[in-house]
C-alpha cells in the first residue's frame, strides 16, 4: 500500500472548498442519493457497509453532478453557443440532461457500441449524438476538432475541475449522512470520481483509507499509481462500460497519487456476482461499473474487518436485455 502523501492545496486541481461550492451550486438540480445498507452484506463481509446509491441519482449515475456543476458555470456566449461532450454513456446523458435543464445546447459523441439504453437516453434529454468506433478512432481528437468547428465549449468526463468537484458532492452526503468512516471504497474510470472523492474524505476524515477500484483488463490506474506517470492503454475489452479509459487525467491523477492509498481491480466475473447481490438481496439494479467498488469489498481484496467502511455504486444504467443475461451469469 502507497501512503497518501501530504500535498498542498495550491497544488491539486481542485480544494474542498471547490466541492462544497459545487454541492451549493447543484443542490437544487440534482437528488441527495440514499445510503443504503444490509445486514446480509455486514454479515458476508464482517463490516458495517454503507452503499451511496448513485443509481437513485437523476439520469441513473453520479455524473449529473458534475455535469451539472460544470455547465452552471458557463458564461452567456457559451451558453449561447452549447456543449460538446465524449463519454460511454453516463457522462452522455448527464451532459445532455444538464443542458436541457440550463437551456444550452448539446453535442454527444459516443460509441457505436455504447448501450443503446445510454444513447437513447441521450438522444431523449435533446442532445445531437455523433457515433464512432471506440477502437479505432481517438475520441479525444475527434470531439477537440467538433469543438473547435462548431464553436462549442468541450466538457470532458472527468479531466476537467468543475467536474471532480461536482462528483465530489457524492462522497461529502455520504460521509455527511453515514457519519464518520474507516474506509471508503471508489469506482475507477478515469478519476473525476476518485479525485473529488478523495478531496471531499480526506477533509471530513483525515486519517480514512481510500480504495479505487478498476476492471483487472483496463488497469491503466493502478499502473499509473505504481509508477508514478499516467500510463497509456489500448481499449480495454470489460462489460464495465463505463471504466473502458485509457488513462487517467492529467488533473485527476496527481489527486488520486496524492490522496488515495491504493488502486485494486477486479474482474468481470466478479462485478457480475456483485450485480446478482444487489439484484437479489438490495433489490436494487446497478450496473456492471457501478460494482467495481462494491466487487473489491466483497471478494476480500480490502481488509474491512470491524470497519465501517463506505462504497459508491456509481450507477445503474443497464439495457435491460443484458441485465438479465449478466445476473444468470452469461458474461461475454
Do not use: W
Not at 491523477?253 to 491504493?262: E, K, N, T
Amino acid at each position: 500500500m502507497t501512503t497518501p502523501t501530504q500535498a498542498t492545496s495550491s497544488s491539486l486541481a481542485i480544494t474542498y472548498g471547490d466541492v462544497v461550492a459545487a454541492h451549493d451550486r447543484i443542490r437544487e438540480a440534482a437528488h441527495r442519493t440514499p445510503v443504503l445498507t444490509s445486514r446480509t452484506a455486514d454479515a458476508m463481509t464482517g463490516a458495517s457497509l454503507f452503499f451511496k446509491a448513485e443509481n437513485f441519482q437523476r439520469m441513473g449515475a453520479f455524473k449529473f453532478r458534475g455535469a451539472y456543476n460544470a455547465i452552471s458555470q458557463f458564461t452567456a456566449a457559451q451558453r449561447r453557443a452549447g456543449v460538446l461532450a465524449f463519454s460511454s454513456g453516463n457522462h452522455a446523458q448527464a451532459i445532455a440532461l444538464s443542458a436541457r435543464e440550463l437551456g444550452v445546447p448539446a453535442v454527444i459523441l459516443m460509441p457505436q457500441d455504447a448501450p443503446q439504453v445510454k444513447v437513447e437516453a441521450t438522444r431523449g434529454y435533446g442532445a445531437e449524438v455523433i457515433l464512432y468506433d471506440r477502437y479505432t478512432e481517438d475520441r479525444e481528437a475527434l470531439a477537440r476538432r467538433l469543438a473547435t468547428e462548431r464553436g462549442m465549449t468541450l466538457i470532458p468526463p472527468y479531466d476537467h475541475p468543475h467536474v471532480m468537484a461536482g462528483q465530489g458532492t457524492a462522497t461529502k452526503e455520504l460521509i455527511e449522512d453515514a457519519g464518520e468512516l474507516d474506509i471508503l471504497v471508489v469506482c475507477l474510470g478515469g478519476g473525476g470520481l476518485l479525485s473529488g472523492s478523495a478531496v471531499a474524505a480526506r477533509a471530513l476524515n483525515p486519517n480514512i483509507e481510500i480504495y479505487g477500484v478498476e476492471p483487472e483488463a483496463g488497469n491503466d490506474g493502478q499502473q499509473s499509481f505504481r509508477t508514478g506517470e499516467i500510463v497509456h492503454i489500448d481499449t480495454p475489452r470489460t462489460i464495465a462500460d463505463g471504466a473502458q479509459t485509457q488513462h487517467l487525467g492529467n488533473q485527476t491523477f496527481p489527486v488520486i497519487r496524492a490522496l488515495v492509498d491504493d488502486i485494486l481491480t477486479v474482474t468481470d466475473d466478479e462485478l457480475v456476482q456483485a450485480m446478482q447481490f444487489f439484484a437479489s438481496r438490495m433489490k436494487i439494479v446497478v450496473e456492471p461499473t457501478g460494482c467495481l467498488a462494491a466487487a473489491a469489498v466483497f471478494q476480500g481484496k480490502i481488509d474491512v474487518r470491524g470497519k465501517r467502511v463506505g462504497i459508491l455504486l456509481s450507477g445503474g444504467n443497464v439495457d435491460l436485455a443484458r441485465f438479465a443475461k449478466l445476473t444468470l451469469g452469461e458474461v461475454a
